[in-house]
């Protein structure tokens, strides 16, 4: 099975801890639409993160995944698609502070590819970073001119 893996970063001005719980805050996304083309519907919460789904579309086709986010010890989270047609995806997003106004978030992605995705695994790939480029741009946009929380 071939995997693809993509990569963005986006320095967004706000401290660290405002940017890590609106990043985390699944409830808020789904609330407030913070990304155009994806709906979030929280589903389930505990002490460690929650499940939610997503749903969206991804080369024409209408998608809708339940997503696990963990938060780790570091302050990093960490998403796992643990149903839905993109079962087995893994997302990664850890926190930098550079200074007490300014973050750098780094977005990683890992989605494996079955069957024929394979065979599309450029158009993908380009799809992809194209995707979580805008979506940490929507982040940035909802942190800096909008404010968290609202």
């Known amino acids: 099975m071939a995997n693809v893996t993509v ?16 990043f985390g805050d699944m409830k808020h996304h789904g609330e407030h639409p913070v990304h155009a083309k994806f709906a979030v519907a929280l589903d389930a919460e505990d002490e460690r993160g929650c499940e939610f789904w997503q749903q969206y579309r991804l080369l024409g086709l209408m998608r809708r995944d339940r997503i696990r986010m963990d938060r780790e010890s570091d302050g990093s989270l960490h998403f796992t698609i643990v149903e839905g047609p993109s079962k087995g995806t893994e997302s990664f997003a850890t926190f930098e502070s550079l200074g007490p106004d300014a973050t750098r978030v780094e977005f990683k992605t890992v989605v494996p590819l079955r069957g024929l995705l394979a065979l599309a695994k450029p158009l993908i790939k380009r799809q992809l970073m194209r995707a979580t480029g805008h979506a940490l741009e929507e982040d940035r946009i909802d942190l800096e001119e909008r404010g968290y929380p609202r």
């Open 7 to 22: 990569s963005s970063s986006k320095e967004i001005r706000c401290p660290i801890d405002n940017v890590r719980a609106q």
